[in-house]
């Protein structure tokens, strides 16, 4: 199921890993519920996978979100599930991190392996309710994309802890927020522009998001998520912190037919919802 593309030299014994981290989440599978393919790209330089994912963007016409700062990333633009993992970027990084990476970024393969789930609907409603909060269209696809991401990553986070694999998601959350320095600095350019502002909480959500789900599943190893993710974002104010968390436990618990309209949900909830 799983063909691994190496582009560059790639050491044996962690190609060997990359297998079997992978394996012990395709080994949950239903055959049947399964991917046909998946596609795990190793990079060993990150400049080159910049390139590739550059020209794959414009033969496809795909436009993404800003961020580049992920471990991995994982995409189905040309209809099957795609993962890079860049060597260098992973460098320095505890190999028990990497492993919940790689573990992660399966989820995704498994549980976000269309093109449906890149593909983002922008309803009349929404538009006109994020024009009446003052957001522009490329506002609106910034903040669509960073809750995108966040709610992916909740649902990825939750399947691996219900298949007994959610230990390596615990770390690979707490090695997330160990430094918020970056977030802060930014928080404090544009804590008090309103656009802005929404847009930094649905940047956030990608790290509480799953914080909460796992914390709300029962695992005690999972417990003390929450009061890390208190300490790391304590540079916000203690009502911005419940707010923000109350605002993630609504998304958590959003009824929904499909993931689309789920993501459309979680999207008006943050621009309607005026204590954020």
């Known amino acids: 199921m799983i063909e691994t593309i190496l582009k560059g030299k790639v050491d044996e014994s962690f190609l060997l890993n990359i297998k079997k981290w992978a394996g012990e989440v395709i080994g949950k599978t239903e055959p049947r519920t399964a991917p046909d393919r998946i596609s795990f790209y190793l990079w060993e330089k990150e400049k080159d996978f910049q390139e590739f994912d550059a020209r794959e963007k414009d033969e496809l016409g795909v436009v993404s979100g800003d961020e580049s700062n992920f471990l991995a990333t994982h995409e189905a633009w040309r209809g099957y599930p795609r993962i890079h993992l860049s060597l260098e970027k992973i460098r320095g990084v505890p190999e028990e991190i990497i492993q919940g990476v790689v573990q992660h970024e399966i989820g995704h ?3 976000h392996g269309k093109p449906e789930f890149y593909q983002f609907l922008f309803s009349e409603p929404l538009q006109e309710t994020a024009g009446s909060a003052g957001l522009d269209l490329p506002q609106l ?16 986070a939750r399947l691996l802890s219900e298949w007994g694999l959610g230990i390596y998601q615990n770390r690979l959350l707490e090695y997330l927020i160990e430094d918020t320095g970056e977030e802060q600095q930014t928080w404090e350019l544009i804590k008090d522009l309103p656009v802005l502002r929404k847009l930094a909480w ?9 914080i909460e789900t796992l914390a709300g599943l ?18 916000l104010t203690n009502r911005e ?13 959003l009824p929904s037919k499909n993931f689309q309209d789920r993501l459309e949900q979680a999207v008006l909830g943050l621009i309607s919802n005026d204590s954020l």
């Open 109 to 111: 393969a498994l549980l």
């Open 218 to 235: 029962g695992d005690p190893k999972s417990s003390p998520l929450i009061d890390q993710w208190e300490k790391a974002y304590s540079w």
């Open 241 to 253: 912190r419940t707010d923000l968390r109350a605002y993630a436990r609504l998304v958590i618990e």
């Open 202 to 210: 649905a940047a956030f959500s990608k790290t509480l998001l799953p």
């Open 141 to 156: 696809q910034q903040m669509v994309y960073l809750l995108s991401v966040a709610l992916k990553d909740e649902e990825v």
